[in-house]
């Protein structure tokens, strides 16, 4: 097996990139991609020597080569490089649930529209639902390596992210455009006219969640322009859902009694269906006479 090369080219790179493998007759395409787009390029190239055709397109090209494995990583992972694990901490199985609570509502029932006017909505300020809680630097890390596993598409790993940091459910969150991520305040705007909740509102995001969006508004602009959604449209649930279960990432699970669907199907409105149960019995006890 021949060594590996890692060609990286260009201004600084989003961590959720992928490698890509192109055929040999290819590399001044992706050469020309990397300048229209700003992205950063990783090449790998599985023989001791560099073909020729990539060896006179890299000529004209800022690059960095190497055949050590680890100072690869380190050039492409940067400041996220995977945090080792402590050595008193059990090892988790790669395909072991993470639940997290942010996600309750990412299928709620609520149906915020985006803001016809320009809108420069204030910080969160969480006065009808608690925050949700951050997660820890490992954890960050194994969500941020989860998606970037199982999708390349900015848009789905972004609104998994976004849902996250907000937990905001999917209806919200296609509220947002390209315009609504500030990545120098490293903020995210989301719109909620009729204050089903907190109404317009503009959330811190983490350095993690970053790298997402940031890819996430690149993609938006080039494909579509500012006034189309950053994150995944709530058409495109049934993939999202299938993303995050993918990634082994899910809400609060109720009890095994309480189940509605088979065992080890993820019951993403178990939260809303409490909900409607409670205000229901509310009304119920509303309705009832009074025995005066």
């Not at 009808?128 to 790993?157: I, M």
């Not at 322009?225 to 279960?245: H, S």
Request: aromatic letters at 6%; one cysteine or more; charged letters at 20%.
């Amino acid at each position: 097996m021949g060594s590996r090369h890692g060609l990286d080219h260009g201004p600084a790179r989003h961590p959720a990139d992928r490698p890509a493998r192109p055929p040999p007759h290819r590399p001044p395409r992706l050469l020309q991609l990397r300048t229209l787009t700003g992205i950063h390029l990783t090449l790998v190239c599985h023989r001791s020597h560099l073909p020729a055709a990539l060896h006179q397109a890299l000529q004209a090209a800022d690059h960095t080569l190497t055949t050590d494995l680890q100072t690869a990583r380190r050039h492409y992972y940067g400041a996220t490089a995977p945090i080792p694990q402590p050595a008193d901490e059990p090892a988790r199985p790669a395909n072991r649930w993470l639940t997290l609570p942010a996600l309750d509502r990412l299928v709620s029932y609520d149906s915020p529209r985006p803001c016809d006017a320009p809108c420069t909505p204030p910080p969160i300020a969480w006065r009808h639902r608690p925050p949700p809680t951050p997660l820890t630097p490992y954890a960050a890390q194994h969500v941020a390596h989860r998606l970037h596993e199982v999708t390349a598409h900015p848009r789905l790993a972004a609104t998994v992210a976004a849902a996250l940091i907000t937990g905001a459910p999917l209806q919200q969150l296609a509220t947002a455009r390209p315009r609504d991520y500030d990545d120098a305040a490293a903020t995210l705007a989301l719109h909620d006219r009729a204050r089903y909740t907190d109404g317009c509102a503009a959330y811190p995001v983490p350095p993690w969640a970053g790298v997402f969006l940031r890819a996430a508004a690149c993609f938006a602009r080039l494909v579509s322009g500012q006034d189309q959604e950053l994150f995944a449209a709530p058409g495109n649930r049934a993939l999202l859902l299938r993303v995050a279960e993918t990634a082994r990432l899910r809400p609060p699970q109720p009890p095994a009694a309480r189940r509605q669907g088979p065992a080890g199907r993820v019951e993403w409105d178990w939260r809303e269906r409490q909900e409607a149960h409670r205000y229901e019995a509310m009304l119920a006890v509303r309705a009832r006479p009074s025995r005066r």
